[in-house]
């Protein structure tokens, strides 16, 4: 059977009938926009496959109860329990989330650019890692509307459904996220200049 052709909506009905191969295709079809935006949050590999695995059972268990009624959404609506997820455990912990400039996954290397030089990879590399440690030096909710919009590919109003506020918040806090981007990179460059 050809699951690559099938929409999500077919995929889970595949799934709740029965066939596993309808859940293993949409967890092929989506896993890396959802530990993406997962690991963005928490900067941690192990703790952003957790919740990975965390968010699956959920959907599983939700999928097999009957309580699926997201027509045409499931992306979305399982990065809200992804994102939920998250929450819950900085709430259950007292966390922030630490920022880390450690390795670990790196979702840049599955960009697989291959006709550039050793400069060029080594610029490419280094200006990933400066945009990723702006990132973790936005306020939580910029970062969440950046990472969501650029990383999940996430619709405004996905996103705004997602974390509970209007559009034009959503909106806002994007706006914000590279106002606030834009001016550490310029801060970055005059630093340059003067060393």
Same mark, same amino acid.
């Given at each position: ?81 992804? $994102? ?29 650019? $291959? ?12 200006? $990933? ?67």
């Amino acid at each position: 059977m050809k699951l690559q052709g099938k929409n999500d909506q077919e995929l889970i009905h595949l799934y709740i009938s029965g066939q596993e191969a309808g859940l293993a295709e949409l967890i092929r079809r989506h896993k890396s926009k959802i530990y993406t935006s997962i690991y963005m949050l928490v900067k941690d590999q192990y703790l952003a496959e957790d919740i990975f695995q965390d968010t699956f059972i959920k959907v599983i268990n939700t999928l097999k109860t009957g309580k699926y009624n997201e027509e045409g959404k499931f992306l979305p609506w399982v990065l809200r329990i992804a $994102h939920n997820l998250v929450i819950d455990y900085y709430r259950k912990d007292k966390r922030t989330p630490v920022i880390t400039s450690g390795d670990g996954y790196d979702i840049f290397d599955v960009l697989g650019l $291959h006709d550039e030089s050793i400069e060029e990879r080594m610029v490419r590399d280094q200006t $990933h890692k400066d945009l990723r440690r702006m990132i973790q030096l936005l306020p939580a909710e910029q970062k969440e509307v950046l990472i969501m919009r650029h990383y999940g590919d996430l619709s405004f109003k996905e996103i705004a459904d997602i974390t509970q506020v209007s559009i034009n918040t959503a909106l806002g806090r994007m706006r914000y996220a590279l106002n606030n981007l834009r001016k550490m990179l310029q801060t970055k460059e005059l630093s340059i200049k003067v060393s």
